[in-house]
């Protein structure tokens, strides 16, 4: 059942070249629009949509926070993301032309559920992104967008996130089609930069053996810090969690701009700091990125720096781990796959078992 591989886990991450592809898979109509046939919203009800609450927990609600990098830039529409079990408990501001967007690989996580319950009894419209057919929350909710990525059994989720992103994206673009917020080429030109990621996934995974050195020379590592900023700081987050669940180790994911305002003084000798350097654009982000790095540097952490290829990384960081040339807001996609790479290694590495964590189960169907 696991092909070879030695966890499901590891069989999972190979197989998200084929899950993205499959995520977007009937997607782009032959009139050149994007189609969401599942969807169950009208374009008149979407065009009435004022306010987008995202809705999630743990790796789901990761995929949120890149959403909102996404939906606002494309649609021009407001887009908050809680935490599911948070939502419900602070009164929050729904309407009906409010639009819950429920993610969930498993469909059955009750504070996801619960929430969209109590949304739907303020009337909000609630759309729910989903792995499982016929699982509660599509159920439950006016909407759906499957993520097709197929079952995923590790308790970690990793192609569950990558299909969850293209699901995101792909909403945010569908609004932005039927909104007209932007030109159909704009559109298109993110739909083709889409389709290319599947290869540029399959690019990082045939790297796997220098992510898997760089995972047993950390097998003593008690504490990892993870930098991003922008779509790169939800990507931190997330590969912090992978290293807490898989490896039981203390990890955290920080925006970089937070450092002076506190976590900088966690930086001692040697600790491994991953960093999600944004791609060089017109905005500076990676110039002022670099140079919070070269502060951790100089206080001794051991950096370890995720780069768009071509960028002359080496001059600011210890280690260089090259991703392929995507646009800023899909970074995530490639970005993520060598910090679960590495989860991964190190878990195994230092004997735990990775597909049953200790004290976790895959769906969390208690609140
Ligand atoms: O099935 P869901 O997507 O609703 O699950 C949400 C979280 O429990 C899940 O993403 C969890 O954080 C994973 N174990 C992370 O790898």
Known sequence: ??????????????????????????????????????????????????????????TANYSGLVAKYAIEHWTRIPCEVELAHEFRYRDPILTRNTLVVAISQSGETADTLMAIRYAKLQKAKVLAICNTNGSTI??????????????????????????????????????????????????????????????????????????????????????????????????????????????????????????????????????????????????????????????VRARGARTIALVEEGDDAASYADTVIPLPKVPTLLQPLVAVVPLQLFACELATVMGHDVDQPRNLAKSVTVE
């Open 138 to 295: 599509p159920r439950e909710s006016d909407a759906v967008i499957y993520t097709h990525a197929g079952p995923e059994i590790a308790v970690a989720s990793t192609k569950g996130f990558l299909t969850q992103l293209i699901a995101c994206y792909l909403l945010g673009l569908y609004l932005a089609q039927v909104r007209g917020t932007k030109f159909g080429d704009e559109i298109t030109a993110v739909v083709r930069e889409l389709e290319l990621v599947p290869a540029k996934v399959q690019q990082q995974l045939d790297r796997c053996e220098e992510i898997y050195a760089l995972a047993r020379e950390h097998a003593d590592t008690r504490s990892v810090l993870f930098l991003g900023r922008h779509a790169g700081f939800p990507v931190a987050l997330e590969g912090a969690l992978k290293l807490k669940e898989l490896a039981y180790i203390h990890a955290e994911g920080f925006a970089a701009g937070e450092l002076k305002h506190g976590p900088i003084a966690l930086i001692e000798e040697g600790l491994p700091v991953f960093c999600v350097m944004p791609p060089k654009g017109r905005d500076q982000l990676h110039d002022k990125m670099a140079s919070a790095v070269q502060e």
């Open 1 to 58: 059942k696991k092909d070879g591989y030695d966890w499901y886990m590891r069989k999972e991450i190979f197989e998200q070249p084929r899950a993205v592809a499959d995520a977007l898979l009937g997607r782009w109509s032959a009139e050149g629009q994007l189609q969401l046939d599942e969807l169950r919203l009208s374009e008149g009800e979407l065009r009435e949509i004022d306010k987008i609450v995202v809705i999630g927990c743990g």
